[in-house]
């Protein structure tokens, strides 16, 4: 559909442009019925600092089409409305792993801690790539909820997740200026690590975290 192609390369341009009065136009073409519209408008709104936007996006958590859903979760990971959590919880348990995942780096982002319980639920997701981003975000909370429940996914059965986990733990505790105990399923031994100095490189506990935005930039 070459108008579709015109209208999705018109949204894009739109994110790029740092002028608010975008926001009513992307918001709209949420209701576009081709979908590359739909998640490049989803892209853009992400870019923009109007709060106007969030309720649009989450209209769109619910749209038909998964890469919509996935790129308003990205979108509305970015914006400091907390209207967002619910909607992005119940994205977290009931969506595509794809969405599951983005709903779970958009959740660690924000700033309360109201979606603990799912993301600590989300650590038992079927999904990999769910179960690692819900580390990482539960790494961001720091509540003492989910320490148990890293521990268990130190365990887990990929490699991606137990490093999240590794991560997430190390970091927590590096806020509360403590020594960790860690049973760490790689290298086979129990590491105890003083967080506020440097590990031995050997034994890999100290993690970066990977955060997954979505952004969109094709036309």
Known sequence: DPEARVRTRAAWSLGLVGD?????????????????????AAWALGLKGDERSVEPLILALRDQNEEV????????????DDRAVEPLTIALTAGHE????????????KGNSRAVEALI??????NAEVRSQA??????????????????????????????????LELRDKKMGKR????????DVDVDVDVNVNVDPKV???????????PKADY
């Open 20 to 40: 608010d009065r975008a926001v009513e136009p992307l918001s709209a073409a949420l209701k576009d019925s081709d979908a590359r519209v739909r998640s490049q």
């Open 98 to 109: 794809e969405v599951r995942s983005q709903a779970a780096w958009a959740l660690g982002l």
């Open 69 to 80: 859903q996935s790129q308003a979760a990205w979108a509305l990971g970015l914006k400091g």
């Open 204 to 214: 890999k506990v100290k993690v970066k975290p990977e955060p997954k935005p979505k």
């Open 135 to 168: 580390a990482w975000a539960l790494g961001l909370k720091g509540d003492s909820r989910a320490v148990e429940p890293l521990r268990n996914a130190l365990n887990d059965s990929d490699a991606g997740v137990r490093k999240q986990a590794r991560w997430a």
């Open 180 to 187: 960790i105990k860690i049973k760490d399923k790689d290298v």
């Open 121 to 126: 639920g989300a650590l038992r997701d079927p």
